[in-house]
């Protein structure tokens, strides 16, 4: 008769430690999350996604998530730099509405310290507008998302989009052609060099 041996299995829970993860300085490098993991290693190069209302505390950001990667372990805690943001879905669908126009520009920008980023903005009009006027206000948004990032380091570019000071500037170009309704960046990604 065989006799089966029962194997041992290493509960692989046990072998992991639990890091604390941190945002950047530039959001004030407050604990937004943990992480387990078996060697401090393996975090570098994770995503977390957090709503930005954790970081700020204020429940008007709870439609923007943050995407912060971890670049630096350090003991127990992980320290994260910015790598995106995006506005939720639901809070850019309410925006569109019959007999209203949305202009979208989708925009690669290089900021005055070299680092480059992909915009998404969106403009949404009260009324309905012709394409003669569509085509003035993309060109436009183009040229204004240019020179802001031209004007602005990697930080203050990201803090203008996230708090609004950016579509605010955009907006005040656009209200002469056109009756603006609202102007949001939807979307911004570190577009990484390969």
Known sequence: MVVVKKRKTADAW???????????????????????????????????????REITGNIAHQFIKMWFRIVEVKGKNAHTQFDGFEL??????????????MIRVVRQVETNDKKKLSITVYTFTARKIDTSKKNLIRKIMINAIDRI????NFENLVQKMIFGTMPAEIFKELKPIAQIKRVEISKCTMVSEK
Request: glycine letters at 2%.
């Open 149 to 152: 990032a031209k004007e602005n």
């Open 88 to 101: 939720v879905r639901e809070y850019l669908r309410r925006n569109v509405r019959r007999r209203r126009s």
């Open 14 to 52: 046990k072998r992991k430690e639990w890091f604390t993860i941190y945002s950047p300085k530039s959001f004030e490098e407050k604990e937004i999350g943990t992480t387990p993991a078996t060697e401090p290693d393996k975090l570098i190069n994770r995503i977390l996604e957090v709503p930005l």
